[in-house]
């Protein structure tokens, strides 16, 4: 079976261009041009992994990402955009990104960071069908859902990759490179930066029981306690 790529782009000739060449690989790609079709699209087609620019007409792609992580909070996305600042970068991460890819690109590296994302998710799907009990929360793995008594909080795909590795090492200390290997899948500085936030964002979501804590062990990583 073909992989689904949604593509958002709205540079006709550049889109085409990745367009036709991701369909000579055997994608199956739907290319979107203004952001306020995007929706639509993503419910019609449900797509294995969302490619979109930043700089759209009518709704921007950090607008997109939220609407799309409002509907599915599964599928991965990868920012393409020509922005360099690191702010920049991290809004897309906030916003729901799993990965970025600066213009220009080559074809091999876009299809390598497909390739790389969906890997990475599929293999925390296949190990994660088990539940997981610390504290007072409930972590539902295939779900991606927190749980907290009768409170549920979506997950996204990488919150819950990165609260798996961590729960896989509850009382214990996990470097980060060992954390940005198994969640990112490489240990540049832009995912560092992105796992920071990630991590800000799990500690916000755990903060209603004080017997949970994740600890910043200064140049290791992680200690993830759990009392």
Known sequence: ????????????????????????????????????LVLSALLEMKPDICVLD??????DGYTVAKNIRKHNAFTPIIFVTAKTQTEDLL????????????KPFSMEELIVRVNNLLQ???KTASNTKENVLFGQFEFVPQRYELRKGIT????????AMLLQVLCENKNAIVTRK???????GDDSFFNSRNMDVYITKLRDYLKE???????????????????
């Open 54 to 59: 930043i700089m759209l007409p009518n709704l």
């Open 152 to 159: 549920v909080k979506k997950l996204s795909s990488r919150e």
């Open 120 to 122: 990475l998710t599929q």
């Open 178 to 184: 060992d954390l940005l290997m198994k969640v990112w």
């Open 91 to 102: 809004k897309g991460f906030e916003v729901g990104g799993n990965d970025y890819l600066r």
């Open 1 to 36: 079976m073909k992989v689904k790529i949604l593509y958002v782009e709205d540079e006709p000739f550049l889109g085409r261009i990745v367009k036709e060449s991701l369909e000579v690989r055997d994608f199956e790609v739907c290319m979107v041009t203004d952001g306020k």
């Open 209 to 227: 029981d004080s017997s949970i804590e994740i600890i910043t062990i200064k140049g290791v990583g992680y200690h993830f306690a759990v009392g």
